[in-house]
């Protein structure tokens, strides 16, 4: 392996936002690599909590009218934004894959739930270095109309949804990144 390459992998990873996403499919078989990858994230007990529901093509549009009137419903009159509404129901239309990242809890409850959402949180970010290797847009998206979506998403008992995974080509150059120093969040004991 080559320790270069994965270091300026994980330097490259953005959120790219479907605003950005251009016209271009993104073959099946890639998107079972990026669940593959996935599948291989760390997880006490070997639980595997990763649940994912995938919307392609017509069931993009669904999601969207999902999240659209969610949004109408759930939104008081004098709050309610045009705008927000239209970008709400754009998203998923705008993307070519979406993802629902879910987390099944160990029905034993043999580690704490921190565990598991941590679990699939790795498999999430084992997701988006997956999609920055292909040159594939995405971002994890956490709103709560698809917190509340159990009935919607048809979740089973103990599983939670975590947010959408929004992915898409995009045309945008490599952006740079923004951390400060290590050195200001490592105490060496």
């Known amino acids: 392996m080559d320790a270069a390459l994965l270091n300026d992998l994980i330097r490259k990873r953005r959120s790219i936002f479907p605003e950005s996403y251009i016209e271009k499919p993104i073959e099946k078989k890639i998107i079972e690599q990026v669940l593959e990858n996935a599948n291989w994230a760390p997880n006490h007990k070997l639980t595997e909590p990763w649940r994912f529901r995938i919307y392609q093509g017509k069931a993009l549009q ?21 705008k927000k509404y239209e970008k709400t129901q754009n998203k998923p239309l705008r993307s070519d894959c979406v993802i629902a990242i879910c987390m099944q809890r160990d ?22 270095l997956t999609c920055t290797a292909y040159g594939i847009g995405s971002y994890w998206s956490s709103p709560r109309s698809i917190i509340e979506a159990r009935e919607f ?5 103990g599983e939670l949804c975590l947010g959408l995974f929004y992915m898409g080509y995009h045309a945008l150059p490599d952006l740079p990144g923004r951390r400060s120093p290590i050195e200001e969040k490592v105490t060496w004991v």
């Open 153 to 157: 998403l048809d979740l089973a008992d």
């Open 107 to 128: 029905p034993k409850e043999s580690l704490p739930e921190w565990e598991e959402v941590a679990a699939v949180a790795c498999a999430v970010q084992n997701m988006w």
């Open 62 to 82: 669904s999601l969207s009218d999902y999240l659209a009137n969610w949004y109408r419903e759930n939104t008081p009159p004098e709050q309610f934004s045009a």
